[in-house]
């Protein structure tokens, strides 16, 4: 899959990109029939919410469940990303399973990716990228992610380290940044049903709310990087910072059916 | 103003309506721009959110403030009140001016109003209503009401009293009825501009999250009871469950702008 002109000159402008219906159904529920078994794991990479103990976010996934080692080296997940950074030599720095779950997901602060990668990490340059598929449908009660478009063109902008509101400590916006960005590029929320694909750029200033409904949101993200911008510090836990720069092989495009077939021949 | 036979049909299949721009953004701005000054105010009548001291809720506001005062007797809200509860005697059994402040509003759980009416205030039937009117314009990022359509007619549900959650006590209903109500109803969050009606059952089930935008949600709530119907256990303070049974006298449909009118000729 090759990103037209026109979703480069959007991506360029907005920040972002949104591709619904990019993994079929089957496809998802290979991924989804997992979810529920891996967030029941009580291991370091599982945070969870202050106070109802719902989890948060999975980290390092790929690690421990074979169909998200798949998902991984997705070539859908990892051409529009090569394409973008310009680099087909990428190495994943970060991936982990979202949550957002129902009736107990919390807030994610206004923040930019890149802050965390920069001032935790040490990441020369943003040249990194987010790329989300999501594993249930994301609609308007279920929290979905809110991007700032064209807040990615400030640059890195200053932050303060949110230890507290929430369960994970978070580079955070102040206020009337944010209300400045606002009032020029407004409020944008895709929503769209399991197996939609979002991308957007390190610098892009986003945030999410909280889940009251009886719906999670499951999401992964891949937050990909060239192997010649990688991290130069190691102070956060490599489930959460990876080390391993090595450049991603992907995998077939029908990989996760060919590991459905698998499973069941062998039952 | 008069419902018409389909917007009562509307109403007894879905428990609420909504009326867009029932108020011009005249006599929007007469109330919106005592706002401020109004929730500036330390006194007991003003809640404010855990952590960040921002505005929750200002209650009994037609005592303290003459414009919201005015806004207690008007015939838009009181009509299809009235209407709608059989009776044009009616009394306020409370008042307020909900901020869902921008970046620090936080969520309400699901609850139905009538069971605070019931538990705490010994209402003997649910024929009250609650009216609502939006001075600020209600979107999908400044955490709107969200409504489970039909639940009204569940009677009265089972609640446990949650004291913690929030900076406010509510009798909110437990996940699994949530989500048994959710898949027969759905969800429904209306929105719209300023000046914006909605009315909805004392045991419609609603709840609202988190409000992380520049854009405060300001809605002022009128919970109208019959004369016939009044509280009978004063646990809540006044300024919360109001003692004073007078039937309400209706204010004429202008009121607000001939008072906007006589403060600037005083001016």
């Not at 209300?179 to 590029?185: A, F, Q, S, W, Y």
């Not at 992907?250 to 698998?262: F, G, T």
Request: proline share 8%.
């Amino acid at each position: 899959m090759r990103l037209s002109d026109a979703q480069v000159r959007d991506f360029e402008r907005d920040g972002y990109l949104f591709m619904p219906n990019a993994f079929s159904p089957e496809e998802v529920r290979v991924l989804a029939d997992e979810v529920p078994g891996l967030f029941a794991q009580d291991r370091p990479e599982v945070v969870r919410e202050k106070g109802s103990g719902a989890p948060r976010t999975a980290f390092f996934v790929q690690t421990w469940n074979p169909a998200f080692a798949l998902l991984a080296r997705h070539p859908r997940l990892l051409d529009p990303v090569a394409q973008l950074l310009g680099s087909d030599k990428l190495y994943m720095h970060q991936f982990k399973l979202n949550a957002k779950a129902a009736f107990d997901g919390a807030v994610w602060q206004w923040h930019q990716d890149y802050a965390t990668w920069h001032n935790d990490d040490d990441m020369p340059t943003p040249r990194a990228m987010n790329i989300a598929l999501s594993l249930a449908e994301v609609n308007e009660f279920n929290g979905p992610l809110m991007f700032i478009p064209g807040s990615h063109r400030e640059g890195r902008l200053e932050a303060g380290h949110d230890t507290t509101t929430t369960s994970y400590p978070l580079w955070t916006i102040d206020n009337p940044t944010i209300t400045r960005l606002v009032e020029r590029g407004g409020l944008v929320a895709p929503k769209g049903p399991a197996g939609s694909m979002l991308m957007f750029h390190g610098n892009l200033v986003h945030a999410s709310g909280s889940n009251l409904s009886p719906w999670s949101r499951w999401v992964v993200y891949l937050s990909l990087n060239r192997c010649d911008n990688a991290i130069r510090r190691h102070k956060r836990p490599n489930w959460i910072a990876h080390r391993d720069v090595t450049p991603i092989v992907p995998a077939p495009d029908d990989c996760l059916m060919a590991y459905a077939r698998e499973r069941r021949a062998a039952e």
